[in-house]
T-cell receptor, first 115, second 115 residues
Framework: SAVISQKPSRDICQRGTSLTIQCQVDSQVTMMFWYRQQPGQSLTLIATANQGSEATYESGFVIDKFPISRPNLTFSTLTVSNMSPEDSSIYLC????????????FGSGTRLTVV | AQSVAQPEDQVNVAEGNPLTVKCTYSVSGNPYLFWYVQYPNRGLQFLLKYITGDNLVKGSYGFEAEFNKSQTSFHLKKPSALVSDSALYFCAVRDVFGNFNKFYFGSGTKLNVKP
């Protein structure tokens, strides 16, 4: 199955700043997804990122807060902008992976703490 | 709308005993159901899925799950727990009628297996 490298693995950031999270895949994939896992809560899909088009955001998430880039078929970034403590979460990248039994592979996540 | 519920935040079991992690679902139409496991600082790992066919699904690491349509449940089970099974378990359903690539995850159940 596809191998995802997500960076950074964790970070502590000051409120009001922005953090860009990178997701690198070892193979070309059409669809990439960004999830948020808030403390003690479930994973929630933020957006779907396809190469060559704007990301599609889920209800409750907006591009100004979570801009996403998808410059090619192996890479995507998620920026968490103007951070507040409520943004403290684990952010996970996922890709459609037709070689995997479930069709998807998840990265190990970025643990973000905003102080 | 699609949703899953995991009624237990935490399950404690002694090593060697059988374990059950509960999941109930609410979907429109036939459900696509999944179980994932998350170890500390690791991404989600696929355990098993149910789409059609036999109601008893066998997956990785000796886990299995039983699809029960009348009770709208998809409980995860293992006959004999190992300490290494201690992790966070997520039940999920795929949004078949909307964004097919979107997963709705339960809130997660922390499994503690004690020696």
């Amino acid at each position: 199955s596809a191998v995802i490298s997500q960076k950074p693995s964790r970070d502590i950031c000051q409120r009001g700043t922005s953090l860009t999270i990178q997701c690198q895949v070892d193979s070309q994939v059409t669809m990439m997804f960004w999830y948020r896992q808030q403390p003690g809560q479930s994973l929630t899909l933020i957006a779907t990122a396809n190469q060559g088009s704007e990301a599609t955001y889920e209800s409750g998430f907006v591009i100004d807060k979570f801009p996403i880039s998808r410059p090619n078929l192996t890479f995507s970034t998620l920026t968490v902008s103007n951070m507040s403590p409520e943004d403290s979460s684990i952010y996970l990248c996922s890709v459609e992976d037709r070689t995997g039994e479930d069709g998807y592979t998840f990265g190990s996540g970025t643990r973000l703490t905003v102080v | 709308a699609q949703s899953v519920a995991q009624p237990e935040d935490q399950v404690n079991v002694a090593e060697g005993n059988p374990l059950t992690v509960k999941c109930t679902y609410s979907v429109s139409g036939n459900p696509y159901l999944f179980w994932y496991v998350q170890y500390p600082n690791r991404g989600l790992q696929f355990l098993l899925k149910y789409i059609t066919g036999d109601n008893l699904v066998k997956g990785s690491y000796g886990f299995e799950a039983e699809f029960n349509k009348s009770q709208t449940s998809f409980h995860l089970k293992k006959p004999s727990a190992l300490v290494s099974d201690s992790a966070l378990y997520f039940c999920a359903v795929r949004d078949v009628f909307g964004n097919f690539n979107k997963f709705y995850f339960g809130s997660g159940t922390k499994l503690n297996v004690k020696p």
